[in-house]
């Protein structure tokens, strides 16, 4: 167990604004693998004053009353409940953080017990303890955050999560035990901050039944990449295309797609 600061909340449970979300539950504060992007995450973080610093941001705090919170919430809520994602504000399964994956196994156990679809997305590596199908529904869908293969890319952007490789495998070995696994490509960076064959990432992740696609926003070089609309409409056209043809499902984030003359 690492030396986790730990807090309490009031509430757990509530409705995403996200548009492919449903509900959501944030469990940790703070995320230690302080992507540069920049994190969304961090910057309302700041904004709302949970935090002040980068390094501040870096240290993960977890809601020690998670349990008994979804205990008194999930009877209240449960007839609304379509699925619940882990997590839009920090990463259920933190690389090197074992206290933090254990407490995101229980939660997922305890929404499965009540017959709930648990969805995940992480930078980190998923336990082992996710293919045992005995605890662990396999209704649930199980992402990774895969950008870039790039490791010089990930070691400026996103500094101390799992390497793109540890990711890819950890979820195909869950897609093996007949898991649901997605891939989230978001936020996909325009070729001025790295050149990449995009083919080359959707090649390694066809095994997956879910790709969700999604620009790189807040971030200053994109627009000044003067073809940055014509390469995502190019980009989601590759995704739709590749898709069909491997029978994946697709989801396209609302403003990746925009209107304009003429691709690059």
């Known amino acids: 167990m690492t030396n986790i600061e730990k ?3 009031k509430s757990l449970l509530y409705k995403t604004r996200v548009e492919y979300g449903d509900y959501t539950i944030n469990h940790i504060e703070g995320c230690s693998h302080g992507c540069k992007y920049p994190c969304y995450a961090m910057m309302m973080a700041k904004r ?6 980068y390094d501040e941001w870096r240290r993960p705090k977890i809601v020690e009353n998670s349990i008994e919170l979804l205990d008194r919430e999930i009877p209240k809520l449960k007839d609304d409940i379509q699925s619940v994602h882990l997590c839009f504000m920090s990463d259920p399964f933190m690389f090197g953080y ?3 994956s254990e407490l995101s196994l229980k939660i997922v156990k305890k929404l499965n017990d009540n017959n709930i679809k648990v969805t995940t997305l992480s930078k980190g590596i998923y336990p082992d303890e996710l293919k045992k199908q005995r605890y662990f529904s396999d209704i649930n869908e199980y992402g990774i955050t ?11 952007y996103e500094p101390f999560t799992a390497d793109y ?4 495998e950890g979820l195909k070995k869950l897609h093996k035990a007949g898991l649901k696994t997605w891939v989230s490509i978001e936020p996909f960076p325009t070729p001025n ?39 995502y409409n190019h980009c ?6 590749f898709c069909n043809q491997k029978g994946i499902d697709y989801y396209i984030k609302k403003g990746t797609e925009t209107s304009v ?3 690059r």
């Open 7 to 9: 807090i309490k909340r």
């Open 48 to 53: 709302f004053g949970r935090i002040k610093t």
């Open 98 to 100: 074992p206290d933090i």
């Open 146 to 156: 895969l950008v870039s293969l790039d490791e010089n890319y990930r070691l400026e």
């Open 165 to 168: 490789e540890q990711r890819i």
């Open 193 to 231: 901050i790295v050149k990449q064959d995009f083919l080359r990432i959707l090649r390694k992740i066809s095994f997956v039944d879910k790709i969700i696609f999604g620009r790189l926003n807040y971030n200053a070089k994109v627009t000044a990449y003067t073809w940055h609309k014509g390469f």
């Open 236 to 241: 989601v056209d590759q995704v739709q295309e």
């Open 261 to 263: 003359d003429m691709y």
